[in-house]
């Protein structure tokens, strides 16, 4: 065997572990039942982002392509364009709280997007449970909204949709899987990615 052969089959390898291990990263909020011990405005705020990517998360859990275009009515968005706003509001989100802007994907399926949406939201998480409060007063939205605003706004926005998810779903005959509770922040059926 040639070594260039050799070198070759190992990068190969190596790209299809990295395009596999992407494929397959865990999605987050499976459990929120635990918490940070003290309130902080980076806190507090990363809680809300928490509780947004669970509902989200179980909201969403299960769909299948032939839910994606039921919609309540002619005139109404349908599951899949909502998971889709939900997608865009959580770019907004990201790149209110991330210095690192996020370029959302060009061509993206309704479940990709949740997919995304769940670990844009994560990383928003975890920026903004370490965040001091000097960093949380310097969060903008789109460059000149305070932080109140990404909250009654964007993430407002959000919670709003992953309920009508749920509402939808449930019209379309595939209800959210049982044993998801908001009030604990728990999950007792099986975790699907």
Excluded at 31 to 48: C, H, K, L, N
Excluded at 92 to 108: D, G, Q, R, S
């Amino acid at each position: 065997m040639k070594p260039y052969t050799f070198l070759f089959i190992i990068a190969l390898f190596c790209h299809m572990n990295f395009v596999n291990a992407q494929e397959t990263r865990p999605l987050p909020f499976a459990d929120i039942s635990t918490y940070p011990d003290s309130f902080s405005p980076g806190t507090v705020a990363a809680r809300m982002v928490e509780s947004l990517g669970f509902r989200y998360r179980y909201a969403t859990q299960g769909l299948q392509d032939e839910n994606m275009d039921f919609k309540a009515s002619d005139d109404a968005r349908s599951i899949g364009k909502t998971l889709l706003h939900i997608y865009d509001l959580s770019i907004v989100i990201h790149n209110a709280v991330l210095e690192t802007p996020y370029t959302k994907l060009a061509e993206t399926s309704p479940m990709e997007a949740r997919e995304e949406s769940l670990h844009l939201l994560k990383a928003v998480y975890d920026r903004l449970v370490s965040m001091d409060d000097a960093e949380i007063a310097a969060v903008k939205v789109r460059g000149e909204h305070p932080l109140w605003i990404l909250i009654n706004g964007p993430l407002a926005d959000a919670l709003w949709h992953s309920g009508q998810v749920a509402t939808l779903r449930r019209a379309a005959g595939n209800p959210m899987p049982k044993g998801v509770n908001v009030f604990l922040g728990k999950y007792s059926g099986e975790v699907k990615e």
